[in-house]
């Protein structure tokens, strides 16, 4: 579930990032497009939100770690997770099998028994 998280994480951080830059650009090229900005300076503002998309690009690079750090791990513990469970279908197999042979002769060793008594 967390690595739907994590994807969903990048994606965003991508939007964020290309929003904030897009911004940015307006605010150095043509600030009278941005309505309340008279109250603060335009390259002040286009600064803060270079900072935030370099926030979002580590966030992003941050997810997109998470993704790849947790693929890595996953892929490697199934793999052992496969062999373990076939190694131990394989026994209880075995057990069984074993467990089946030993009721089998208890109860045909029980049946003789009761059949030598009777007579």
Request: charged share 15%.
């Amino acid at each position: 579930m967390l690595l739907c998280s994590a994807s969903t994480c990048g994606i965003l951080s991508l939007i964020g990032i290309f929003f904030l830059i897009s911004v940015g650009i307006m605010l150095e090229v043509q600030p009278l497009y941005i309505k309340g900005i008279e109250k603060h300076s335009p390259e002040e503002v286009a600064t803060a939100c270079y900072e935030g998309a370099a926030i979002y690009a580590a966030t992003f690079i941050a997810s997109v770690g998470y993704i790849y750090y947790k693929k890595g791990a996953s892929s490697s513990r199934r793999g052992e997770n496969a062999v373990l469970m076939g190694e131990v279908n394989q026994s209880n197999y075995d057990s069984t099998s074993a467990r089946d042979t030993v009721v089998g002769t208890e109860l045909t060793s029980i049946n003789s028994n009761t059949n030598t008594a009777q007579l």
